[in-house]
């Protein structure tokens, strides 16, 4: 009996919840599109942190990355082909790199399929400037 009682006040907040329904669904809508970079970021977050000074993992930290040479992060042992491959993350090369590693550099150790779609490495790369504290990419 005691549980009924308690089902009372649920039951009123959903009547009421009823009516406020179409002044949420906005808000559901707008945090659904909340950076859709740090979204598309759960695709290397298994490898990399962003922050500078974070720890490495099976990927280099990615502090300051972009506008930075490649392969120069301390205590990072990286691929042959990567430390000698002269790169530049610039905007332009991080863009091919996200999209398709292999064809950027042969020989490398990133296990990643690519990302297809332009407007979301778009979305990712400004997402990772901003983490990684790179100031705007060139
Ligand atoms: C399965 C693990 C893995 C995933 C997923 C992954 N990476 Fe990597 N990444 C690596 C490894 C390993 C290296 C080092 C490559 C080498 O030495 O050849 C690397 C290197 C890099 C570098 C060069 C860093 C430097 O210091 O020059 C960048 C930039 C980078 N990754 C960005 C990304 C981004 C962005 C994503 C997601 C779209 C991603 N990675 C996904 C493992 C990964």
């Given at each position: 009996?005691?549980?009924?009682?308690?089902?009372?006040?649920?039951?009123?907040?959903?009547?009421?919840?009823?009516?406020?329904?179409?002044?949420?669904?906005?808000?559901?809508?707008?945090?659904?599109?909340?950076?859709?970079?740090?979204?598309?970021?759960?695709?290397?977050?298994?490898?990399?942190?962003?922050?500078?000074?974070?720890?490495?993992?099976?990927?280099?930290?990615?502090?300051?990355?972009?506008?930075?040479?490649a392969a120069q992060k301390p205590g990072y042992?990286?691929?042959?082909?990567?430390?000698?491959?002269?790169?530049?993350?610039?905007?332009?090369?991080?863009?091919?790199?996200?999209?398709?590693?292999?064809?950027?550099?042969?020989?490398?150790?990133?296990?990643?399929?690519?990302?297809?779609?332009?407007?979301?490495?778009?979305?990712?790369?400004?997402?990772?400037?901003?983490?990684?504290?790179?100031?705007?990419?060139?």
């Amino acid at each position: 009996m005691k549980s009924s009682f308690a089902l009372l006040p649920i039951a009123s907040m959903m009547a009421t919840g009823a009516t406020m329904l179409p002044a949420l669904a906005p808000i559901a809508v707008a945090k659904e599109q909340v950076d859709p970079g740090k979204r598309l970021f759960l695709q290397c977050r298994a490898c990399h942190t962003l922050a500078p000074g974070e720890p490495h993992k099976v990927g280099p930290n990615l502090g300051k990355i972009l506008g930075a040479k490649a392969a120069q992060k301390p205590g990072y042992k990286y691929s042959k082909a990567l430390s000698q491959s002269g790169l530049v993350w610039d905007y332009k090369t991080m863009d091919h790199w996200i999209e398709n590693p292999s064809a950027v550099l042969v020989g490398h150790k990133m296990v990643y399929f690519g990302m297809k779609d332009p407007a979301q490495r778009r979305m990712l790369i400004r997402y990772l400037s901003r983490e990684t504290k790179s100031g705007d990419p060139k």
